[in-house]
């Protein structure tokens, strides 16, 4: 396929457009019903005018939805019934056009799809359990309908509903019936002098050539009639930069510090705990030595060779004799 061919999507005379596009055209009437635009562009088609390059465009759309009264459970089973009349009768014509038997009834068909009917509408009803115990129906419609034209065509189009009009059919709400409104093309909306109408916003003002920056390359050259010097800058402001919040808790360094005098105080207290046990221990060992008569570093004591007692008694050899025989 050709990528230089014509745009598939582009609308064309008699012919909608496949993809979505906005409407394009000039207004050349707006009414505020939907019958009143279709009465205007079936006006238009009758007057051999050329209709595929009219559009009606609905504006300001809102959906609807209508109450059309009470849902009871007396009206479901009616509806029930009825639906389901037309699909046993529907049934029974296939049976007895396709079977040939003739001893089918139609009358039991419709029964019987009547009772299925409004058996299931009666239970898809207790479903719902009366949260929607009303029957509505929904439409989109719109505030109001505009209906544009191509350009080409506007005048003579504008000119075919002013006969509508004088004919006593439905009007424009729009007050110009002569020549179509200067509105660009491509746009819709309200055209000049209508009450909704409201003028493009205007350009933003251009700076003044006084204050245009010299030298930047844009503006009267020095010496010109319309030529002024730049204005200087004022001079910077000196504020004060306001001083970071103290901060709150320990610093790394402290927190370092810390821990290393915890360290040293549970060696400190190690140290003396073992300095307690020891001296414990040694006086324990004296009150034995003092007990036993025994000088401490004598042999048989502590710090003595051979340690408490030795043979021929309690002691190290050569401590006191024991009596025996010679």
């Given at each position: 396929?050709?990528?230089?061919?014509?745009?598939?999507?582009?609308?064309?005379?008699?012919?909608?457009?496949?993809?979505?596009?906005?409407?394009?055209?000039?207004?050349?009437?707006?009414?505020?019903?939907?019958?009143?635009?279709?009465?205007?562009?079936?006006?238009?088609?009758?007057?051999?005018?050329?209709?595929?390059?009219?559009?009606?465009?609905?504006?300001?759309?809102?959906?609807?939805?209508?109450?059309?009264?009470?849902?009871?459970?007396?009206?479901?089973?009616?509806?029930?019934?009825?639906?389901?009349?037309?699909?046993?009768?529907?049934?029974?014509l296939l049976l007895l056009i396709f079977s040939g038997s003739n001893d089918f009834s139609l009358f039991?068909?419709?029964?019987?799809?009547?009772?299925?009917?409004?058996?299931?509408?009666?239970?898809?009803?207790?479903?719902?359990?009366?949260?929607?115990?009303?029957?509505?129906?929904?439409?989109?419609?719109?505030?109001?309908?505009?209906?544009?034209?191509?350009e080409h065509h506007a005048r003579s189009a504008m000119e075919v509903l002013g006969r509508l009009a004088?004919?006593?059919?439905?009007?424009?709400?729009?007050?110009?019936?002569?020549?179509?409104?200067?509105?660009?093309?491509?746009?819709?909306?309200?055209?000049?002098?209508?009450?909704?109408?409201?003028?493009?916003?205007?350009?933003?003002?251009?700076?003044?050539?006084?204050?245009?920056?010299?030298?930047?390359?844009?503006?009267?050259?020095?010496?010109?009639?319309?030529?002024?010097?730049?204005?200087?800058?004022p001079p910077p402001v000196d504020t004060p930069v306001p001083s970071p919040p103290p901060v709150e808790?320990?610093?790394?360094?402290?927190?370092?510090?810390?821990?290393?005098?915890?360290?040293?105080?549970?060696?400190?207290?190690?140290?003396?705990?073992?300095?307690?046990?020891?001296?414990?221990?040694?006086?324990?060992?004296?009150?034995?030595?003092?007990?036993?008569?025994?000088?401490?570093?004598?042999?048989?004591?502590?710090?003595?060779?051979?340690?408490?007692?030795?043979?021929?008694?309690?002691?190290?050899?050569?401590?006191?004799?024991?009596?025996?025989?010679?």
């Amino acid at each position: 396929m050709s990528n230089f061919g014509p745009n598939p999507g582009a609308p064309r005379a008699g012919r909608p457009p496949t993809l979505p596009t906005p409407p394009t055209g000039m207004t050349i009437a707006r009414y505020a019903t939907y019958a009143e635009a279709q009465r205007a562009v079936d006006f238009l088609s009758d007057n051999a005018f050329p209709v595929q390059f009219v559009t009606i465009v609905g504006t300001d759309l809102r959906m609807v939805e209508r109450v059309t009264g009470r849902l009871t459970y007396g009206r479901v089973a009616l509806g029930g019934i009825a639906s389901g009349a037309y699909f046993g009768l529907f049934v029974g014509l296939l049976l007895l056009i396709f079977s040939g038997s003739n001893d089918f009834s139609l009358f039991f068909a419709v029964i019987i799809g009547a009772g299925f009917g409004m058996l299931f509408g009666v239970i898809s009803y207790a479903f719902t359990r009366g949260r929607r115990d009303f029957t509505s129906a929904s439409q989109i419609v719109a505030s109001e309908y505009q209906v544009l034209c191509a350009e080409h065509h506007a005048r003579s189009a504008m000119e075919v509903l002013g006969r509508l009009a004088s004919a006593g059919g439905p009007r424009s709400l729009t007050a110009a019936t002569g020549p179509a409104p200067t509105q660009p093309a491509g746009e819709f909306g309200p055209p000049p002098g209508h009450p909704r109408y409201a003028p493009p916003p205007a350009a933003a003002p251009e700076p003044p050539v006084s204050a245009m920056p010299s030298g930047s390359g844009y503006g009267p050259p020095p010496g010109s009639p319309g030529y002024a010097p730049p204005v200087a800058a004022p001079p910077p402001v000196d504020t004060p930069v306001p001083s970071p919040p103290p901060v709150e808790g320990l610093t790394y360094g402290e927190v370092m510090e810390a821990r290393r005098r915890e360290r040293q105080e549970l060696k400190r207290q190690e140290a003396e705990r073992l300095d307690r046990e020891r001296g414990e221990g040694e006086r324990l060992e004296r009150g034995r030595q003092e007990g036993a008569g025994l000088e401490p570093g004598e042999p048989g004591g502590i710090g003595g060779a051979g340690g408490t007692g030795g043979a021929g008694g309690t002691g190290a050899p050569g401590g006191a004799p024991q009596d025996g025989p010679a």
